[in-house]
């Protein structure tokens, strides 16, 4: 058997910590790299560190993990990216998947469904939980207008989600390590792309389009 070499991508010390020790378990599975956010992981691949999969948390502070993903698959074509999230699939799961994720999985899985969806990643395949294989599905079949807010570039959709959950511009700004005069534009943008005209009607919103909830 073939040992599948992983790099570990997230900001949280301990997860990593928590998932080297559990991945350790498996026979054929060995993290190789870690990395605290996209422009160390970047990085490390780009120095040459031999990785088959990464393992990718897509709340990453700076590049979230969407963003990081599309880097990879430019700078290295070919290399499986598996992502992690604590986010409810429905928020992110169809558009990981539509951005080449290979596949999504929610923190609180199950170790033998994170190993699979590695294995599966690594033999070039694409591993799908139930759960998110309906969510394709539906968008797939989906013939109702797009959302407003589907039209949100990635970083307007990370600040758009922190606004409707209540973070101010300023909080925001410390957490993605933007200015708030950037924050300040992408919220502009947000607000004129969703119709809306101020953060309790973009709130409002997001619980109507089941962004967040109430």
């Known amino acids: 058997m073939r040992t599948i070499r992983v790099m570990i991508v997230d900001d949280h010390r301990i997860v990593r910590e928590g ?3 559990v991945l350790a378990d498996y026979e054929g599975v060995q993290v190789v790299a870690e990395a605290a956010h996209g422009a160390e992981a970047l990085q490390a ?3 040459g560190q031999a990785v088959n999969v990464v393992l990718l ?7 979230d993990g969407l963003e990081v993903l599309k880097q ?3 700078e290295f074509a070919g290399l499986p990216v598996l992502m992690l999230s604590t986010y409810p699939d429905n928020q992110f799961a169809v558009r990981c998947i539509r951005a080449g994720a290979a596949g999504y999985l929610n923190k609180s899985a199950d170790p033998d469904d994170i190993v699979a969806g590695l294995r599966k990643a690594a033999s070039g395949g694409r591993y799908l939980t139930p759960s998110v294989a309906d969510l394709l599905a539906n968008a797939v ?3 109702s207008p797009q959302a407003p807010h589907e039209s949100l570039s990635q970083r307007e959709n ?3 989600r922190l606004l409707a959950q209540g973070q101010s511009v ?3 700004a410390a957490l993605l390590n933007l200015s708030s005069n950037t924050v300040s534009t992408y919220r502009a943008r ?3 792309k969703t119709g809306t005209r101020n953060d309790v009607e973009l709130a409002l919103y997001a619980v109507r389009q089941q962004v967040v909830s109430a």
Do not use: Y
Not at 57 to 63: E, K, N, S, T, Y
């Open 72 to 74: 990879i698959q430019s």
């Open 45 to 47: 691949l780009r120095s």
């Open 57 to 63: 948390d897509i709340a990453l502070p700076g590049r």
């Open 170 to 172: 300023g909080q925001i």
């Open 190 to 192: 947000i607000l004129e």
């Open 141 to 143: 079949s989906e013939v």
């Open 19 to 21: 998932l080297r020790q």
């Open 158 to 160: 990370q600040v758009f």
